[in-house]
Structures are given as C-alpha cells and as structure tokens.
C-alpha cells in the first residue's frame, strides 16, 4: 500500500494540509486502501465536513468499506445555509397524547397534537420538524417499526441502548435534508463493485502497431505494466483520446506525463483514476449513519 499518496484530487490538495491528512489516514481510517482512502477524503473535502468533529466516517467490515455522513453533519452544513433555525425533534411514546393533520394550505402531514404524561411507556414514533426563516415548517414523523432493521444491523448496540438519542438522530437528519437541500449520502464500496479491467493500451499521442504473431516470451517491463493499467482506467472513464487525457491530466495531475512519468508516480496516477471511476460507479446508501 502507497501511503504516501502522491497523487490527490484538487479538493483533497484544498482541504487538508499533507501533515493533516496523515493524521486522518492514520487515526480515522488506518483500515483503507488507496482507492478508499482517497474517495474518503475526496468526499470529505467535497462537502466541506471535518473528521475530526465526527462529521464523516470511515468503516470497514471485511472486503466492504462504507463512507457514512454523521447527523453532525447534516446539522453543521444546514447551520451555514441562510435563514437557519434549530430543529424540533421528539419521541412519541405509547401513552403520548398524539395527533397529525394534513395542512391543507401546505399540503404536508403536521402534527397538531402532543401531550405527555408520566409514565410514557415505549417508544412507539418519532417526529421532526425543521425550520428556516422564510419557508414553510418540514416535518418527517416515523413509527418505530419503519426502522425494526437498525435494532439488528451493524449499529444494533447503540440503538438498543440509545434509543432515543439514535432515532431522533436520524429522523432530524431526514427533515434537514429536504427543508435545506442537503444531498449528501452515505456510499458503500465492495472490492467486486467495479468489474475487472481490460488491460488494453490506449496511451495518447502513440499510434498502437500489433505485430502479426507477437513474441510469446515478450515481458512487459513494470513501467510498461503501470502504463497498461493507467491507459485501461482512462477507457473505462471513456477517455480515450489525446485532447481528452490532456484536459483531465492539466485539471487533476499536472506534474504527471504517462509517456514519462515515473512508477511511483504512475501507481498515484492509478489510485486516482480509481477513486473517478467509483465515484461513477458506486452506489448511494440511503440509510445513514445510525443504521
């Protein structure tokens, strides 16, 4: 594994000092590869979130990795938008006093009724409303049995102990994500996710001459080896001409020329392209992180 990571996206570069990144590969996510630690932070810096408020997190569970927006997160990013107002967010137990209405002006469900009493009993619900100065209220309202699946999935010791703390985190992320546009979404990475690639030879400004009946003993030298795997990710992006790799070397790679380049610096150029191509391929998780 490279961990000197000598090539970066330009968000990455921005965003974290050499030094800071270090820390973070090392402390927040010692478990990554490469092309994992690289998406991280790319998603990291992207958004603007700090790893070391807990606002993302990297977590590996054998050959899958998940990238997971922390509820902080969705706070932090809702608090820099305009007309910012803290949300409302409540459990409803089973012997709340309980009642929702549609608003027929807005046309969204609210709720008009919520007395407690003690004891509660259970938890039965949960509710969020979210509010910003110059728009209408946004409330997401769930009944517990709408997340059954976290109480057993891989966070199932923190929502049986923190039940209340969890799934109002997680119903106040939903209602901050559509009153303030947040977009942002979990990604999950499997090491099968993106198939195998063709090792075939699209380097730019060389003209490919096959021979006939090629040697069978012919070796490929390792920078040779390096430049296959470099010019089978760029086809795999659909770059496949030389005004094409130009323009995307100068935004994202300056310092680096294929035809010249050297391995340290071709195995950077790989990861690279590597976290392109999942950033293309993977798929958003649309449960977050208290799942």
Do not use: C
């Not at 970066?8 to 994992?36: G, K, Y």
């Not at 769930?142 to 049986?160: C, L, P, R, S, Y």
């Not at 993106?194 to 001459?209: G, L, M, S």
């Not at 006939?212 to 001409?241: C, H, Y």
Request: hydrophobic fraction near 35%.
């Amino acid at each position: 594994m490279n961990r000197n990571l000598p090539t970066l996206t330009p968000e990455i570069t921005e965003a974290f000092q050499p030094a800071v990144l270090e820390v973070i590969r090392n402390s927040i996510a010692p478990t990554a590869n490469d092309q994992e630690f690289l998406l991280f932070a790319h998603k990291a810096a992207s958004y603007g979130l700090d790893p070391f408020k807990n606002e993302i997190f990297f977590i590996k569970y054998g050959n899958q990795a998940r990238i997971q927006f922390a509820a902080e997160a969705y706070l932090s990013k809702a608090r820099e938008q305009e007309g910012f107002i803290p949300p409302d967010t409540q459990m409803v137990h089973e012997k709340d006093e309980f009642k929702i209405a549609m608003n027929k002006e807005t046309k969204q469900m609210e709720v008009i009724q919520h007395e407690i009493g003690f004891p509660r009993g259970k938890i039965i619900g949960a509710y969020s409303v979210a509010y910003r100065d110059g728009y209408p209220p946004v409330t997401v309202i769930m009944d517990i049995e709408e997340v059954a699946h976290m109480f057993t999935g891989q966070n199932k010791d923190n929502w049986n102990k923190w039940t209340s703390d969890m799934f109002g985190k997680h119903v106040q992320q939903r209602a901050l994500k559509k009153q303030y546009g947040l977009a942002f979404e979990d990604v999950t990475i499997t090491s099968n996710d993106v198939p195998p690639r063709p090792r075939k030879d699209v380097t730019p400004n060389q003209e490919t001459i096959e021979s006939p009946n090629p040697p069978e003993n012919k070796q490929l030298s390792p920078a040779d080896k390096l430049r296959n795997e470099v010019n089978a990710r760029f086809k795999v992006l659909g770059i496949t001409t030389s005004e094409a790799v130009k323009e995307y070397l100068t935004k994202n790679a300056p310092h680096i020329d294929p035809a010249t380049a050297t391995e340290d610096e071709m195995v950077g150029l790989i990861a690279l392209l590597d976290v392109n191509i999942d950033l293309l391929s993977v798929e958003p998780n649309n449960d977050d992180l208290l799942e």
